[in-house]
């Protein structure tokens, strides 16, 4: 676990004042850079030592079998697995023929700082060699989001006390060795060399390679270039191989006078371009990077993040870690969807291998709804690559005896990668998350164009899917059996209480869009009987009730299971997926992550609030979070039945995710839905917005160890900013047309310019529910909002 003390607490970056090479993975996730097509771990620049050095193109990955102690129909028979593509981040330096090496000689000093507004990853260090010589070497990274192909590093080298000969060693590396992983499920397989080389050449300071992948036969293109500065007689040569290529300028250098290097790299990949329209297209971006130059690229980087923040930020006052870590959250997801750009946003983005690269419902539900209200664009891109693995989905849905689509659990390319069907392919609750990521796009941007073509095709084929895949019984209720919900620890459950909401809501929205674009819906196949019986489902739809104890179910009978003995469950077996059989945890009242409580918030009309009070009280005993997804969806729930302070408490964990590590697994990368989850905690859970059906509202409040709340939105066009303290709420439209808003369910009409402030009733408080024994979260006090 990251010690507290290992980043300073900064409002607008992440800084280490010292390296502790046990803790590497882990700070390589934090400070991994990526604009969503290119990511690159943060490493340390001369690669060695490392924890699991890492370069990832989005969608690039190689096949690998799914072995089944029994074959089943249906099973999918082989998985996708992100690889290691060619590092392009290596910059090795020699002293007097010795490698710097921070295992060897004398750290003198080493700071790093990943820089929110910048987009830099900064690196100072001073270091005395074996044989005494003292040199400073600086360095600054960064994944371009203007120039998508792009990454790019300033290399500088001086030494301190006597003249040095200096040799520094620039390198793309394919096919590097990779540490074991762990047995634990939620870790990454393992390839070997994953990458056949095509071609190489290196001249002058460039190099350009070209490899294929194993099975999936993508083409991945990486080059290099370079400019260097120092005093004359500067060395540079370059050479390649089938696996690499060095480009090395070498100088000897006095005290005083310092060598640069400023590296250029270019990516590109291809399952269907020649191997020559590959190779061009990285000299292409290359060439483009030069021409802007080193200044440039850094100029470009910090007007795009000025943008962002301009319309993303979200301000506390009363707990600067948490501000910081929302901070590093929102920064971390713009990297995994900026560029994406027709491609997924996998559960741990582009900074590490954690899961094989795959992108889950986490996307769609956790952050999306993100991007969506912050950075439109890249919400709508991420949708487009759902909406490309259409077919295979239809496919897939055909295969199992269904008509729609049915979407994957888990996948990079569209194919389902799910080995374990239980938690897998029964996991149908994916496919109405999908459906619901493109009903809250639409009505957040009311972009018309994406709702009649990708919006109108998804909503109709998951609406088939439901349709099929539930039943009416002879009373007329319609069920849907047999299903896994959110909680990964109940599965093969019949009326998941989740599912069916999400389901309902997919159906009432496919056949209102049917109704809102008639032309598209005959294009489509759906007639005005199809849509009907859609209505008819939903409007049947089963929702179970415990009325004994005044509670819903999270399924059908789950509430007369027996109860998880958590008395006699130590802290060391959490997670309980690595200490207990499934059929054990399947068949008792444990939950894995918030499900019925999702449910709570995702369709909130279907609950009274005395319903979410009861619901809430009863699951927090059951629920142990061993998923990073829970603690936002708690905060956020919390926060709206009364527990202002256990909100807090939720946030904080859900902000800290990575910071921390809190689920042991930062090493693999970070928790892209976790930190997008921080934000559902403040916007959602303190600023209490709601956003459905076309109405934008608000229930505000804040808990004891917040002093202030300000966010802004991106709706329909226009900016949003909203202000909270203890006793008022400001809203101010910072542009566009009138805007009517609710405040507590009073109508608030904004015009651009003009804040109103409305005054926030009193929030009756509540006694604090209990967790499971060792499961609580821990306590935040705030600082004093004095």
Known sequence: MIRQAAFTVEPWSLRETTLDVDMLAQAESVFALSNGHLGWR??????????????????????????????????????????????????????????????????????????????????????????????????????????????????????????????????????????????????????????????????EARVVLVHKTKGSDILVGAAMDHLVDGPDGVQVEARSYNDGGIVTATIALEPGQRLRVVKFVAYGWSQARSLTAVRDQVWAALSGARQVGWDGLLAEQRAYLDEFWRNADVEIDGDTEVQQAVRFGLFHVLQAGARAENRAIPAKGLTGPGYDGHAFWDSETFVLPVLTLTAPDAAASALRWRHSTLPVAIERAAQLGLKGAAFPWRTIAGQECSGYWPAGTAAFHINADIADAVIRYVDATGDEEFAQGPGIELLTHTARLWRSLGHHDGRGRFHIDGVTGPDEYSAIADDNVYTNLMAQRNLMAAADTAKQYPKRARELGVDAEESAAWRDAAAAMSIPYDEVLGVHPQAEGFTRHQVWDFAHTSPEQYPLLLHFPYFNLYRQQVVKQADLVLAMYLRGDAFTAEQKARNFDYYEPLTVRDSSLSACTQAVMAAEVGHLDLAFDYLGEAALMDLRDLEHNTRDGVHIASLAGAWFALVGGFGGLRLQDGKVGFTPRLPDGLARLAFTLHIRGRHLHVEVTRKAAQYLLADGEELEILHYGTKLSLSAGKPQSKAIPAIRARPRPSQPPGREPVHRDGEDPS
């Open 42 to 203: 943060g490493n340390l620049d001369e690669g060695e030592p490392h924890g699991l050095p890492g370069t990832y193109l989005n969608g690039v990955y190689a096949l690998r079998p799914l072995p089944y102690a029994e074959a089943g129909y249906g099973f999918p028979e082989s998985g996708q697995t992100v690889i290691n593509v060619t590092n392009g981040k290596l910059m090795r330096l020699f002293v007097d023929d010795e490698p710097f090496d921070v295992r060897y000689g004398e750290l003198r000093s080493h700071e790093r700082v990943l820089d929110f507004r910048a987009g830099t990853l900064t690196r100072q260090a001073e270091w005395n060699s074996p044989a005494g010589q003292a040199v400073r070497v600086s360095s600054t990274r960064m994944v371009s989001f203007t120039q998508r192909a792009i990454g790019a590093i300033c290399y500088e080298v001086e030494p301190l006390d006597h003249a040095a000969r200096i040799a520094v060693q620039s390198e793309l590396l394919a096919n590097e060795e990779l540490p074991a992983m762990s047995e634990d499920p939620r870790m990454a397989a393992v390839l070997g060399r994953a990458l056949n080389c095509e071609f190489h050449s290196g001249d």
